[in-house]
């Protein structure tokens, strides 16, 4: 082995610009480790493993992901365990949320970092297996002295990226050793199963999550199509595309003959844009044809074997049984996202409890929203009253929630007046940005909660509530009471339970929640809206910042803007129409006109080249005129 002496002269050497024998991505990660993290070759830092605490919320996080992971995460460990392999599944911040080692080597693994917990970010471990896969999104062998710490220099580890539906990196599984005494080359094999695990666990996740859809599966040969294929397409009951596994963004890209592509763009684009297709062929390709006969032609002239499976309940989205028999309040939460349906069969469980429920989530992702829900489908007969806590003065906030005794202050009504603490009884307080109260209101709130009393200000005696306290916050509140701004005990009570509620990005039921608001708002209106493909898949692409609140604002005044109903890309604000999905970004003037010359002017064949709408590359024009 080498000793940490020459490993740190070669890695100073690497910072001085010196050409090195070792793979790219070993010495774009330790230039990394240099440069960006500022790490020390000589400052040998031991494997980190997180509090029990984080790593509780490390793995509620992933908990569907290591749910599913399981199952290929044991089938891989019997086919390595001879070899004294482990296995980690970290989630996308570099945790190990999920681990398989032989117990007889707990604590040497342990110490190695080699367990669950360890956290094998680059910017703390420096060049690791699992960092740099985080950083490039590639599989990757980090072999002994490739490691930039010193301390880790024994390990051989190897990783590969596990994508998410919609095409962010979700996860990554590791296989290493303690010591290896095989050359890099060695691990090819290890590099191998981990990435078709990974590749099985992203179809395995497409599969859970998108039950009410199409899956159209592609391989190169049709042997593997139904036991092995090479990417999964999941589609919509009107052939758009909802997600699909990593190797399904190439494959598309492959029928459009793309390069470069932005994996965001394909979510939302009908399928007949890649492939000589339409959603009624699709039973033409399911099992039972012969697998030589299912051949798909892609735009680009290349055919692929093609296999789909049918939705699990038909056609169409129906709700799922367990969504049936939630209680009414709780219908519109989800359109079939998977986690906000367990989030929302969580909340039904725990509606009529009175038990305190912390919700998190950004602004506008339907804090309030589910705060009501929760309410109506509880039997309580009082009313419910939201609070916005950073929306009331300072000053203010105490004889707000408080109220105060007659004559409490100059200036104060004459009668006194009920806070709204009281006007709560019965029913739910919905404290909505707690973290802004001060300090010393959480105290008196403490004692409302405790005592179920509330002492007005300048009144002698305390008056008797009743009332079931929801509160919501898009600050860390965990990290406010290290930061001494939120009292710890009133932190415990209100945080009983956490619902955290998704952004709208991360949500996969987008497209049936724009169907609902748009219903939502021809009903206001007394009217019918339709939106056309364009403005649909832009809507698809925005990112939403403003979640809920933001898309159904940008709805409403699209419906105003439409005419006779129909919605196009001229009623949607300007910044949707910025990332409007043009495979290769905005193409400046001139490069649009050499584009659609080449094409010999023919603007559907440009169109079909890009990707996108004829009518795209119209106004696009008309824009440039
Ligand atoms: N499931 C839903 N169906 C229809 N509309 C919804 C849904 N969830 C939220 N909305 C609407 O989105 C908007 C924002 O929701 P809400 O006020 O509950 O968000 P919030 O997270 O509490 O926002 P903030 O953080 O700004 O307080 C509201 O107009 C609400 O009616």
Not at 34 to 44: I, K
Not at 469 to 484: C, F, P, Q, T
Request: overall charge neutral.
């Amino acid at each position: 082995m080498v000793s940490t002496l020459s490993h740190i002269k070669e890695i100073e050497r690497v910072a001085m610009g010196a050409t090195s024998p070792r793979d790219a991505p070993v010495v774009q990660s330790w230039l990394r480790c240099l440069n960006d993290y500022r790490l020390d070759p000589a400052a040998a830092q031991e494997a980190y493993i997180v509090p029990e605490v984080k790593l509780r919320e490390h793995r509620e996080q992933a908990e569907e992901l290591i749910r599913i992971g399981r199952s290929g995460l044991e089938r891989l460990f019997s086919q390595v365990v001879e070899q004294n392999y482990v296995l980690l599944l970290s989630d996308a911040r570099g945790v190990t949320v999920d681990f398989m080692g032989d117990p007889t080597f707990d604590n040497q693994l342990r110490k190695a970092g080699l367990y669950l917990g360890s956290e094998w970010s680059e910017n703390r471990a420096g060049t690791c297996a699992v960092g740099a896969c985080i950083v490039s999104g590639e599989p990757v062998i980090i072999h002994q002295d490739d490691h930039f710490d010193t301390s880790h220099i024994g390990l051989t580890c190897t990783a590969a990226p596990i994508f998410d539906t919609l095409g962010d990196l979700t996860a990554v599984l590791d296989i290493s050793q303690l010591r290896s005494p095989t050359a890099k080359a060695s691990q090819q094999l290890a590099a191998h199963l981990v990435a078709s695990t990974a590749r099985r666990i992203e179809l395995a996740n497409l599969m859970t999550r998108t039950r009410n859809d199409w899956v159209l599966r592609l391989a190169r040969s049709p042997e593997f199509l139904d036991v092995d294929p090479d990417a999964a397409i999941a589609l919509d009951g009107s052939g758009r595309i909802t997600g699909m596994t990593h190797g399904g963004f190439g494959a598309l890209a492959r029928a459009m003959d793309m390069h470069g592509i932005v994996t965001r763009q394909f979510i939302g684009q009908p399928i007949d844009r890649f492939f000589d297709i339409e959603l009624d062929d699709l039973p033409l390709l399911m099992r039972g044809q012969p697998n030589g006969d299912r051949l798909l032609k892609a735009k680009s002239g290349l055919a692929v074997f093609a296999s789909a499976i049918a939705p699990a309940s038909g056609f169409r989205r129906v709700p799922s049984a367990d969504a049936a028999k939630l209680r009414n309040p709780f219908k519109d939460l989800s359109f079939g996202d998977p986690a906000m349906e367990r989030l929302q069969a969580r909340a039904a469980k725990l509606a009529g409890r009175g038990i305190p429920i912390l919700i998190q989530g950004e602004t506008g992702s339907g804090k309030e929203y589910l705060a009501r829900a929760i309410h109506d489908s509880g039997d309580a007969a009082g009313k419910f009253v939201a609070v916005n806590c950073a929306a009331i003065p300072e000053q203010l906030m105490e004889s707000e929630l408080f109220g105060y005794a007659p004559g409490a202050f100059t200036g104060a009504n004459q009668k006194g007046k009920r806070g709204l603490i009281e006007e709560a009884d019965g029913g739910t307080l919905f404290l909505d940005e707690i973290g802004d109260m001060p300090l010393a209101l959480q105290s008196r709130l403490l004692r409302v909660l405790s005592e179920n009393e509330v002492l007005p200000v300048g009144a002698l005696k305390a008056r008797p509530v009743h009332l079931r306290l929801l509160s919501a916050s898009h600050r860390d509140l965990a990290e406010l009471v290290a930061l001494g701004q939120f009292r710890q005990d009133l932190y415990y009570r209100l945080n009983a339970v956490t619902l955290a509620l998704p952004p709208l990005r991360a949500r996969q039921d987008l497209s049936a929640m724009i169907d609902h608001l748009l219903q939502r708002i021809g009903r206001d209106n007394g009217h019918f809206y339709r939106l056309d493909a364009s403005a649909r898949a832009a809507l698809l692409h925005h990112g939403w910042p403003g979640n809920i609140r933001e898309l159904s604002n940008a709805l409403r005044v699209a419906a105003a803007l439409s005419e006779s109903g129909v919605i196009t890309m001229e009623c949607l604000p300007d910044a949707l129409c910025k990332d409007e999905p043009l495979p290769r970004g905005e193409q400046p003037a001139d490069d649009l006109r050499k584009a659609l010359d080449e094409c010999g002017k023919n603007v559907s064949a440009l169109a079909r080249k890009l990707g996108v709408n004829r009518s795209t590359i119209h106004r696009r024009l008309k824009r440039l005129n």
